[in-house]
């Protein structure tokens, strides 16, 4: 009997300290807590109408494979749950037609590194455009809901641009911090090259003093820096792509992306969704060909970087993509014919492709 009790034991232990299996995206769990019940209705719910949190699985907050979610999303939940309605479903998505953001973002001259606040009402830019201290500049611009239109550029001013290149602003998740790479300011840690950080002064608005951020981040130089839509983790280029996460009073050390997503060391501009489960990144192929690719986490490690179609990756070439948290629309700078300068800004919207979709039944 004793024997009996020690055995049983030992499956016990064996059984609780075996490492957890990560989970499967499962269809119409948004808030990945593994059922699909109730609580990814009020997930769903809180994100689109109370300023909730972004569903911790993104496409699986889509049930009803649209490739975007909305209130059609809490419908199909709800009629799954108590009305027999359709099996939730995960989105197999493309990408639409790219469109230029126009003449309010784009000009003459020529526009790169656009990024929004995660709130989607501030949008960040550099450009070489008339009116800049020197060079390139970054640019601000807000949104305006009524209207549907962005509002006229506003250089950000003297305390971040100068007579040099001023260029990839990221904004925190509040959009009162902006980091940005900036060349050869006082005080460089790197070649060059630093990533530096400037906090909103609302008494006398405008965007304050820069501050650099540190040896840890910018001891052999940083470049496109990117704030996680969560402001948890700061994403950058340095021979490759690198993670840093924040602990509270300072960014950690930063973490290689690995070799599935750095090939040859060229990759650059990262942009992550909300749920940090897929990347986009650009890449050179040959001599000066650049295009987008994309990534996604396995549950241990990033996966290969894959390239997008020619939707987006067109033969001229295509750099700085940003994503939105949601994951539903892509921003890139290209120079494709339609545009007005030497880049532009242009946008594309995930859609549903023409064939199967995956789902699987989880009542």
Known sequence: MKRNHLLLLILCFTFISTPAVVQAQIPGDANADSMVNLGDVVCEIDYLYKNGPYPLCLDCADPN????????DVVYLINYLYKTGQIPEIPECDWSEPVNLGSTINSSAGEAS???????????????????????????SYWNSASSFWSEAHNCGHNINNGADDEYPSLSP???KLYCRLFGRLGTLGNYWDVWVSAWDSLHNEWGPIENL??????????SPFISPDGTKLYFSNYGLWVSEWNGTDWGQPVWLGNKVNVDGSECDPTVTADNKTLYLTRCRGRDHWYICVSHWTGTEWGPAVVLDTTINDTGGVVQPYITPDGSTLYFISARPGGLGSGDVWVSQRIPMAKPKRTSDTR
């Not at 494979?65 to 059609?72: M, P, Q, R, S, T």
């Not at 990024?115 to 500049?137: E, F, I, Q």
């Open 214 to 223: 540190g040896p840890t981040i910018n001891l052999f130089g940083a470049g």
């Open 65 to 72: 494979a649209d490739c975007g979610i909305n209130l059609g």
């Open 174 to 176: 509040d959009g009162n």
């Open 114 to 140: 656009f990024r929004l606040c995660p709130n989607g009402k501030t949008a960040v830019w550099s450009s070489n455009r008339s009116g800049t201290y020197g060079n390139t500049d970054i640019w601000y």
